[in-house]
């Protein structure tokens, strides 16, 4: 009796450590997948990159296993092409050899289309005329974006800012997709479902989200730039936002230190002193805390706003601004 209770444990013994092998020791990407290993990153970091790209069952396995099998410190910088349904071991023998060398690329909140390629071209990654020139139709993955009529270039806006680590030899395609896919994965459901709350296309965000971008002088009045532009709109009042008319008159691939009546006269619909209402279009790429205060803006009564000592300062009548305006500017100009 003793004996065939001792059988049967073995059996389910066998039964489940069968199970956790089939599990555990393969990787569950059914296809082909790419991942970027940092720098300096742990065998903890590793692993948990594998099981935010569904690479891997269990992150706390693999770094057991990687640990019994000698693996912690044999694993390498890079870009690696992971295939589908491979054995752990597998995994640690690709990822313990060199990888492609890459360029880490740091692009600002604010920067253009324009000036993305410019910096890619200067670090021989791109043909900047292909990058800017570049349609929809070079998306992978696209939820977001559709053709408008009257931008300069389709993707402005779309491409993420922040810090990328760029494998040499990677195509136009690639690193757009990149950066592209980067804001897909920032601008989350909740941020999808605010915009119909406000009646607002994801272009008009993104494009709201680029003029704060550009206007705003520091992080807390992001959202009372929002109000303002808010605010102008639901007035029908014209944005008059001098980054604006600067992108429009210089179809995004310049700037101009000052703006002059000269410029504000040039018919454009990116020129919002003549046209009232968003231009077509964002006009760089925003932050995270640039969409989030186009999406959850101030609720105030500001109608105006002027370059101060510390920041902007903010006024609700014509005749206030004014008064600002005397106060800032003109102070300075006669310095």
């Known amino acids: 009796m003793k004996k065939k209770i001792f059988i049967g444990i073995l059996i389910i013994c066998c039964i489940i ?36 790209n569904n690479i891997i069952s269990s992150d706390k396995y693999f770094v057991l296993y990687a640990k019994l099998k000698g693996f912690e410190k044999k694993i390498k910088t890079g870009k690696y ?13 690709i990822l313990e050899k060199p990888s492609v060398e890459y360029v880490v690329m740091t692009f600002p909140e604010g ?14 990654l791109v043909n900047k005329e292909k990058f800017i020139n570049a349609g929809l139709d070079i ?13 300069f270039y389709q993707l402005e806006g779309y491409l ?11 195509s136009e395609e690639d690193i757009i997709n990149t950066m592209f896919n980067k804001l897909q994965d920032v601008f989350s459901q909740e941020h999808r479902m605010r915009a119909e709350e406000l009646g607002l296309t994801i272009n008009e965000i993104i494009t709201i989200a680029s003029l704060i971008e550009k206007e705003a002088a520091n992080d807390k009045e992001r959202k009372a ?17 001098d980054a604006s008319v600067i992108y429009g008159n210089m179809k995004g ?18 020129n919002t002193y003549l046209f009232k209402g968003l231009p077509p279009g964002p006009i760089a790429s925003p932050g995270k805390a640039s969409i989030e205060a186009a999406l959850y803006p101030e609720d105030n009564d500001y109608l105006y706003y002027v370059l101060g000592e510390n920041g902007h300062v903010f006024s ?9 305006v005397n106060k800032y500017i003109k102070n300075k100009t006669s310095k």
């Open 17 to 52: 450590s069968f199970s956790i092998y089939k599990i555990y020791n393969f990787t569950i990407n059914e296809k082909e997948t790419v991942i970027y290993i940092k720098e300096g990153s742990s065998l903890w970091e590793v692993s948990r990159n594998l099981k935010e």
């Open 81 to 93: 092409s992971l295939p589908g349904k491979i054995k752990l071991q597998e995994l640690l023998e």
């Open 111 to 124: 920067y253009n289309l324009y000036q993305i390629a410019f910096k890619l071209e200067k670090n021989n």
């Open 139 to 151: 998306l992978n993955k696209n939820t977001m974006v559709m053709e408008r009529e009257y931008v």
């Open 160 to 170: 993420f800012p922040d810090t990328y680590h760029i494998p040499i030899g990677s």
């Open 225 to 241: 730039i929002g109000g303002v532009i808010y605010n102008r709109l639901k007035i029908g009042m014209p944005l008059q936002i």
């Open 253 to 270: 691939t310049g700037n101009i230190s000052r703006v002059t009546y000269d410029d504000l006269k040039v018919e454009s619909k990116y």
């Open 316 to 324: 609700k009548t014509y005749k206030e601004h004014l008064q600002n």
